[in-house]
């Protein structure tokens, strides 16, 4: 299992969507630097990620969406209609509302896909 | 009041009763001195016959009866006690709600940061108050689910930031702050009224209960 903790590894206090609204704090940011990297190296290594959202001061709808819909979008925009969460487990113990969020997130891009 | 009644309201007080039952005992003995034979004259027209047995009987009785009632009474304070915990733990949530929100909608905008912030120790206290609505007597779990339903959408409408594509001005960001437009904030206030409703039929049925 590879781990991946946004309050350890990216920021304690979760920005915005986009960098442009919150330079170094953003969901972009955390997708493409922290989420696209270790969800690759998961499914290379035929492992599971595992994302643990608990520790942070709390989340903007938008920077989930903007990291796992995001997520979800970069790979249906490249043709590849997979879900990523059949290898990503989603731990929000402070919040658990955030799990069923960003399944529906993700949802609503593979329904697009279809 | 005794933790113990509020434990167990329907608790008897033994040690009361048994006190109770000594000093009726010692008042028959005394009555016994103090008759000395059977008779007892009340004037010179009428006198009549006191049994002490009876006196013994009428104050057990009496005893009795004003132990039940104060038993009784104790009881119905204690679940008055409690339902007033329950109504004022939902109080005191409804008004961190309506100041946090309040802040929130301020025309100046405010950071996404504590926003997140705000509406995560929103989330928070909410789940500690419904733990504690969960153990009242009377069945809140439709309204529990409603109340909870209602607070995402709340939460949704709070956190929102738009994609780029989204040209409806309704969250603008603005060197870090969210700031709302006038429409939106009356759809939040919409929602947060809404809310409140809900907040106010639990309150109302703990209250009959």
């Known amino acids: 299992m590879i781990y991946l903790s946004v309050a350890k590894d990216f920021t304690k206090t979760p920005g915005f969507r986009y960098e442009t609204q919150s330079p170094g704090i953003s969901g972009e940011l955390f997708r493409m630097s922290k989420l696209l990297v270790s969800y690759e190296q998961a499914v290379k290594n035929n492992d599971k990620l595992e994302v643990n959202l608990d520790g942070t001061a709390g989340y903007l709808t ?11 979008r970069y790979y249906r925009e490249n043709g590849d209609n997979r879900n990523i969460l059949e290898s990503i487990t989603i731990v929000s113990d402070d919040e658990p509302h955030w799990k069923s969020d960003i399944e529906r997130y993700v949802q609503r891009e593979l329904e697009k896909s279809k | 009041m005794s933790k113990e009644n509020l434990k167990n309201p329907n608790s008897f007080n033994l040690v009361a009763w048994l006190w109770g039952l000594w000093a009726g005992t010692i008042v028959f003995f005394g009555l016994m001195i103090v008759a000395d034979a059977k008779h007892i004259t009340v004037s010179r027209e009428i006198s009549f016959q006191i049994d002490p047995t009876n006196i013994f009987t009428i104050l057990i009785t009496v005893y009795l009866a004003v132990t039940v009632l104060r038993q009784l009474n104790r009881r119905d304070e204690g679940d008055k006690l409690e339902r007033d915990l329950y109504i004022q733990s939902l109080r ?22 504590t ?59 603005k060197s870090g702050n969210m700031i709302y437009s006038s429409a939106y904030i009356t759809s939040i206030s919409r929602e947060l009224a809404e809310f409140k409703k809900i907040l106010f039929l639990i309150i109302l049925k703990i209250n009959r209960s």
């Open chain 2, 115 to 173: 926003v997140a912030s705000t509406i995560k120790n929103l989330g928070l206290a909410l789940q500690e108050t419904l733990v504690l609505i969960n153990m009242s007597p009377c069945d809140n779990k439709e309204n529990i689910t409603l109340l909870n339903n209602q607070f995402s959408k709340l939460r949704n409408l709070l956190t929102y930031v738009p994609h780029k594509l989204d040209t409806t001005n309704n969250v603008v960001i």
């Open chain 1, 62 to 72: 938008s920077f989930l969406e903007e990291a796992f819909g995001g997520l979800q």
């Open chain 2, 92 to 113: 005191d949530f409804h008004s961190q709600l309506t100041s946090d929100v309040h802040g929130l909608t301020v025309t100046t905008g405010v950071a996404g940061t």
